[in-house]
């Protein structure tokens, strides 16, 4: 989540003005009272000063790879008009050795059973559609701060448990995709510029959080925090057999 120190400044600066008058009408009584000796500030040691500093990364995660897809344009700029069934179709198609011929064949094989994913989730198929159609609902906020709504959406890639995330915003009468990513996912969550992604690890009792924010530099949303946090469960939670850090075909990372 985004720092919140500038909103808890303005409350104690707040809290010290209400407080001043009282303190000043009682006198001596409640006067302020040592804590005891306060820990002495260290410096980071840094290590290995004499290593060169590297100048270039060691790996391509594609931190801030972008890209317009093709065959959909945005009728009036209006995202909501962008049908998201759509969107995945055309990502599984470019795909065909991922997809089709490859390890989520399931995945292009239940694209049948979506009609348009609209509010309501995964087409108008009916309700076995909507259980077998890999594509979940999309949601619409304004992510990249120009004031028009962004696509969110997610989709199933089968079999097993991964579900890749996007976010695509839109520049002239085009779609751009501005971030991708798979995990096996336990939350996702939209707050402020930010999505918020949480998945299992390997260690019982903690979860992985990653947080996507957007960049008006790079125009795309970078990976801004990824961290282990303590969850308090005491259940072992695998990852995906084959999950590595390194870019997946449509460009996003998957796994760690």
């Known amino acids: 989540m985004p ?37 002495t500030a260290a410096a980071p040691d840094k290590l290995w000063p004499e ?3 590297a100048s270039s990364p060691a790996f391509e995660l ?10 959909v344009t945005v009728p009036g700029g209006d995202i909501r008009a962008v049908d998201p069934v759509r969107v995945v179709a055309k990502e599984i198609a470019a795909h065909p050795d991922e997809y089709a011929d490859g390890t989520y064949a399931e995945t292009a ?36 701060g120009d004031g028009r709504d962004d696509l969110t959406l997610g989709f199933r890639k089968l079999p097993g448990n991964l579900t890749a995330v996007r976010v695509y915003t839109v520049r002239g009468d085009r779609l751009v995709e501005v971030m991708a990513y798979e995990d096996a ?21 903690y979860e992985y959080r990653l947080q996507w924010t957007w960049d008006p530099q790079q125009r795309a949303m970078l990976l801004t925090h990824d961290e282990m946090l303590r969850t308090g469960g005491h259940q072992r939670s695998p990852r995906p057999k084959g999950s590595s850090a390194a870019p997946s075909p449509s460009g996003s990372a998957s796994g760690r």
Not at 14 to 28: E, F, K, N, R, T
Not at 62 to 71: L, M, S
Not at 127 to 134: A, I, K, S, T, V
């Open 109 to 144: 094989r239940r694209m049948a059973d979506c009609g348009r994913a609209g509010e309501d989730g995964a087409g108008d198929s009916g309700d076995r559609g909507r259980e077998r159609c890999p594509v979940l609902r999309a949601y619409y906020r304004d992510l990249t």
């Open 185 to 205: 996912v336990s939350g996702v969550e939209l707050a402020g510029r930010s999505v918020i992604i949480r998945a299992p690890s390997e260690v019982a009792g």
């Open 51 to 53: 290593l060169t500093p």
């Open 62 to 71: 594609g931190e801030v790879d972008t890209r317009v897809i093709k065959g």
């Open 3 to 39: 720092p919140r120190r500038p909103v808890r400044t303005a409350l104690a600066a707040v809290a010290v003005a209400l407080l001043a008058p009282a303190a000043a009408a009682c006198g001596d009584a409640g006067g302020l009272e040592g804590a005891g000796a306060t820990p």
